[in-house]
């Protein structure tokens, strides 16, 4: 198999695998709000969104990637299966500075699918940090 040699067309080539996976989910995305902030409007379906994160599995801690080591954040559309489903649903209702840590189970992943670094079957664990939700001024 090729892989794309740029980061970020590898994270997005691997993230949108995911949309091939079954419907029926047996885990849920476990959330933690580690930094919160104030806004008049939040992340929803349809915005498109800029996102720092540092990726790593749960299983060893090892880092697969990282938006945070390439100095940019990740631009994609919520809700529309660009990234895995644990990040469609684990970004919503974000303000700009907020910061989560989604552990995502294999369902919500990649499944039983081997993505380069990433073992089938893996647990993932992403820090997150809403950088910006494209378009959209916010009065605070």
């Known amino acids: 198999m090729h892989l794309p040699s740029n980061p970020t067309t590898l994270l997005l080539s691997l993230l949108a695998l995911l949309s091939a996976a079954p419907a029926a989910l047996a885990a ?3 959330t933690e709000y580690t930094e919160t902030k104030e806004c008049t409007r939040k992340s929803q379906r349809g915005d ?5 994160y540092r990726g790593t599995l749960a299983s060893d801690g090892s880092q697969f990637d990282a938006s945070y080591d390439r100095g940019q954040p990740l631009e994609f559309t919520v809700g529309q299966g660009m990234v895995i489903k644990g990040w469609d649903e684990g970004l919503l209702d974000m303000c700009p500075g907020d910061k989560r840590k989604l552990t995502i189970p294999p369902e919500h992943g990649y499944g039983d699918r081997t993505m380069g670094p990433i073992p089938g079957g893996s647990t993932l664990v992403f820090e997150t940090e809403l950088v910006s939700i494209k378009d959209v001024k916010d009065e605070l």
């Open 28 to 30: 849920d995305v476990t």
């Open 48 to 52: 498109t969104i800029n996102v720092h």
